[in-house]
């Protein structure tokens, strides 16, 4: 079985070994709050020593019951801390994708700053958020280096370290900002070129967990909708439907001449026309498996295959 056989390794290794699915994987957050921290972090970057627990217990209720995820940030390399505290609101949501920058005196300032992203300076840069959490798991400390070290030299204002983004055994993680994509296993690749995918308005599909703003059965239609129809929009395949089916969802998916539709042919060269995209999905489950370097519990997590997709009138 594979409780008995598994061996420890970095849980990074161990995803590989299994080729664990990437298909489906990305946490959700339709908006989010960054803050910069520029010294270490704790296992709960803004929970824990160093960070002052008191002032981070107070943020992170006010930002999570303004239904927004708390992120700290860091230049790679730097460790003093700025003269003014910055932070970014993020909107991930589809058609509504901003980022705001602003700064305050300091961190207690915070708690005063409008959530809804009045304030601020508005950015047409993209923010690219590389996982380099080493107190939370020795795997994004490890990978998460080689990605933000790539990233950072090719563009620096747009790279960031982050905290904690949920998928450690998926690093190296990040997430690109406004449009929320999560990308795992970015170092295996050239990073620069997710980079470069999102300027032309695309993703990377053998890197790509999913959107923040879908659910996970919505993230997992959009990826065998593009490996049918080879069509790596950001914004194809917008979402119209999901319901739970036996065993798994229906999820129904903008085709050609719908909202992020695509005029893309089919794998076998029949074209997609101009009808909605429905997508059958089996939900199912991992053998038991340790999903952290530091888990000693086996769990078994969620995974998803075609059964079939089609094109409706």
Same mark, same amino acid.
């Given at each position: #079985?594979?409780?008995?056989?598994?061996?420890?390794?970095?849980?990074?290794?161990?995803?590989?070994?299994?080729?664990?699915?990437?298909?489906?994987?990305?946490?959700?957050?339709?908006?989010?709050?960054?803050?910069? *921290?520029?010294?270490?972090?704790?296992?709960?970057?803004?929970?824990?020593? +160093?960070?002052?627990? @008191?002032?981070?217990?107070?943020?992170?209720?006010?930002? @999570?019951?303004?239904? #927004?995820?708390?992120? $700290?940030?860091?230049?790679?390399?730097?460790?003093?801390? +700025?003269?003014?505290?910055?932070?970014?609101?993020?909107?991930?949501?589809?058609?509504?994708?901003?980022?705001?920058?602003?700064?305050?005196?300091?961190?207690? $300032? /915070?708690?005063?700053? +409008? /959530?809804?992203?009045?304030?601020?300076?508005?950015? =047409?840069?993209?923010?690219?958020?590389?996982?380099?959490?080493?107190?939370?798991?020795?795997?994004?400390?490890?990978?998460?280096?080689? *990605?933000? =070290?790539?990233?950072?030299?090719?563009?620096? @204002? @747009?790279?960031?370290?982050?905290?904690?983004?949920?998928?450690?055994?998926?690093?190296?993680? #990040?997430? *690109?900002?406004?449009?929320?994509?999560?990308?795992?296993?970015?170092?295996?690749?050239?990073?620069?070129?997710?980079?470069?995918?999102?300027?032309?308005?695309?993703?990377?599909?053998?890197?790509?967990?999913?959107?923040?703003?879908?659910?996970?059965?919505?993230?997992?239609?959009?990826?065998?909708?593009?490996?049918?129809?080879?069509?790596?929009?950001?914004?194809?395949?917008? +979402?119209?439907?999901?319901?739970?089916?036996?065993?798994?969802?229906?999820?129904?998916?903008?085709?050609?001449?719908?909202?992020?539709?695509?005029?893309?042919?089919?794998?076998?060269?029949?074209?997609?026309?101009?009808?909605?995209?429905?997508?059958? /999905?089996?939900?199912?489950?991992?053998?038991?498996?340790?999903?952290?370097?530091?888990?000693?519990?086996? *769990?078994?997590?969620?995974?998803?295959?075609?059964?079939?997709?089609?094109?409706?009138?």
């Amino acid at each position: #079985m594979t409780l008995a056989v598994e061996h420890w390794a970095p849980c990074s290794d161990r995803a590989r070994e299994r080729h664990d699915p990437l298909v489906g994987t990305g946490p959700r957050g339709l908006r989010w709050f960054l803050i910069e *921290v520029a010294g270490s972090w704790g296992q709960n970057a803004l929970l824990d020593a +160093p960070f002052d627990r @008191e002032l981070g217990r107070a943020l992170v209720r006010r930002i @999570e019951g303004a239904g #927004m995820r708390p992120l $700290a940030i860091r230049r790679t390399g730097r460790r003093a801390a +700025p003269a003014t505290q910055r932070w970014a609101i993020v909107d991930s949501r589809p058609g509504r994708e901003r980022v705001v920058w602003g700064e305050v005196a300091d961190a207690a $300032a /915070l708690l005063d700053v +409008p /959530l809804d992203g009045s304030t601020g300076t508005p950015s =047409t840069r993209p923010v690219y958020c590389i996982c380099t959490h080493a107190r939370h798991d020795q795997c994004c400390a490890v990978r998460g280096r080689r *990605v933000v =070290t790539a990233l950072a030299e090719a563009r620096p @204002e @747009e790279t960031w370290e982050c905290s904690h983004l949920g998928g450690d055994r998926f690093a190296g993680t #990040m997430v *690109v900002f406004p449009h929320g994509l999560y990308y795992g296993y970015a170092d295996d690749g050239d990073p620069v070129r997710i980079a470069d995918a999102f300027d032309d308005g695309r993703i990377v599909p053998e890197q790509f967990r999913g959107r923040s703003s879908l659910t996970h059965p919505v993230q997992a239609a959009q990826h065998f909708a593009r490996e049918a129809f080879g069509d790596e929009r950001i914004d194809s395949f917008a +979402p119209i439907a999901e319901e739970a089916a036996e065993g798994g969802w229906r999820v129904r998916l903008a085709g050609a001449g719908g909202a992020g539709g695509t005029d893309a042919g089919t794998a076998d060269g029949h074209a997609a026309g101009a009808g909605n995209i429905v997508v059958d /999905l089996e939900e199912t489950h991992s053998e038991p498996l340790l999903s952290t370097c530091a888990a000693t519990r086996f *769990v078994r997590v969620r995974q998803y295959a075609l059964r079939s997709i089609t094109v409706s009138a």
